[in-house]
């Protein structure tokens, strides 16, 4: 055939694919390629982004720059492994914790002095950073010299936990308590009047009250709650109902939650302590969300089509949903995206697919994606 020729067929089945909304086989799916725009009135951009190192991001101390990671491996003996990644050391990888039982949401303490981190003996059958099975809430200090559990042993832990105030967290158990203890064992303890089963939760120190996505057992559907802490019988009240997922920025009181609808997801916005009616800032297939810490903007995850592979786009958004800009094509995510809105970077971590040439049977990279806020 004519060279000339085929070149043509070949640019006509490009462009038929791109008009029909298959732009994302132009790019790789376990590497952060940026979306570039030329849009000079364009809120945010991604500037470059880096390889860092193996592992699934779990928790970011930005003072230090200093990421927590999880590692696995499948090769006999199995082993888990807590890993730091020091951006600024001379040899940026070091072990913390390595055994045979399975670590998740794993977090520093708000004393940089030692990590809280969740513990179960069997493999989760959730996401891998919040899968809740028979599970214990664990601290280990950064010098490794102590290692307690925190939670009571004969209750399982069966929430993801969050910081409340001096270094203590909260947790939900399996004796249908929901606790508030520190890794010197003080502890005070609520009754979950509603047993409701939660799947994600948070606190305003400010208001003294617990954010919740909570559904009883009888009851699939999902609905976000807030509850006052002022009373050991805890009485939620309710917020909205078929919320999927939520964050909530402790310093600021600003909520974000996904509702899901039998059309679009919805992705709302408001704050707990100017309670003002919900923004609604973008409608789509929309999975997770993500407040910036000094809230200077969301970013949020939007999916595939349900007959395709689950892959995530991340998207930019301030916090009136007026400027939102797709800032990478879509990804096989593996972690929660971390955000240090001072240096403007993001932290997570990429599935590699199986085809990809796997480093020993590490298949999840970790990334830092440098991006830049334009003020109007």
Not at 59 to 84: F, W
Not at 164 to 181: G, P, R
Not at 201 to 222: C, H, R, V
Request: negative net charge; hydrophobic residues 35%.
């Amino acid at each position: 055939m004519n060279p000339i020729k085929t070149k043509l067929i070949c640019l006509l089945i490009l462009l038929t694919l791109l008009l029909s909304g298959c732009s994302s086989i132009l790019f790789l799916k376990d590497r952060p390629m940026p979306m570039r725009d030329e849009n000079p009135n364009q809120t945010a951009e991604i500037l470059e982004y880096q390889y860092l190192t193996a592992g699934v991001v779990q928790g970011y101390d930005p003072q230090r720059q200093t990421l927590l990671l999880i590692d696995r491996s499948s090769a006999a003996p199995a082993s888990n492994a807590i890993n730091i990644f020091d951006q600024s050391a001379e040899n940026k990888l070091s072990n913390l914790i390595l055994s045979d039982k399975i670590h998740h949401m794993v977090r520093f303490d708000e004393n940089k002095e030692g990590i809280y981190y969740l513990q179960q003996e069997s493999a989760p059958t959730g996401n891998i950073d919040t899968g809740i099975g028979n599970q214990q809430l664990m601290w280990t200090s950064l010098d490794k010299s102590i290692t307690e559990t925190i939670s009571h042993p004969d209750y399982s832990v069966t929430s993801p936990f969050c910081f409340v105030h001096d270094d203590s967290v909260l947790y939900a158990n399996s004796k249908n308590e929901i606790i508030v203890t520190d890794h010197n064992q003080h502890r005070k303890v609520y009754k979950n009047v509603e047993n409701h089963q939660i799947s994600e939760l948070a606190y305003d120190p400010e208001l003294n009250k617990m954010i919740y996505i909570g559904q009883t057992p009888k009851d699939e559907k999902k609905r976000l709650y807030m509850v006052d802490m002022s009373e050991e019988n805890l009485k939620p009240t309710l917020l909205d109902s078929n919320v999927a997922y939520f964050d909530y920025n402790r310093h600021t009181g600003t909520l974000a939650f996904i509702q899901e609808t039998n059309a679009d997801n919805k992705l709302y916005t408001y704050n707990l302590r100017d309670p003002q009616p919900p923004v609604i800032l973008y409608s789509g297939n929309i999975k997770r969300v993500f407040i910036a810490p000094d809230d200077s903007g969301i970013f949020f995850t939007r999916g595939n089509k349900p007959t395709e592979q689950p892959l995530e786009a991340i998207y930019y958004t301030d916090l009136l949903g007026k400027n939102i800009v797709q800032i990478t094509a879509p990804l096989k995510l593996a972690s929660a995206i971390m955000i240090e809105p001072k240096s403007q970077n993001l932290y997570f971590s990429i599935e590699r697919f199986q085809s990809a040439e796997p480093i020993g049977d590490k298949m999840i990279d970790v990334y830092a994606l440098h991006y830049r806020l334009h003020k109007e």
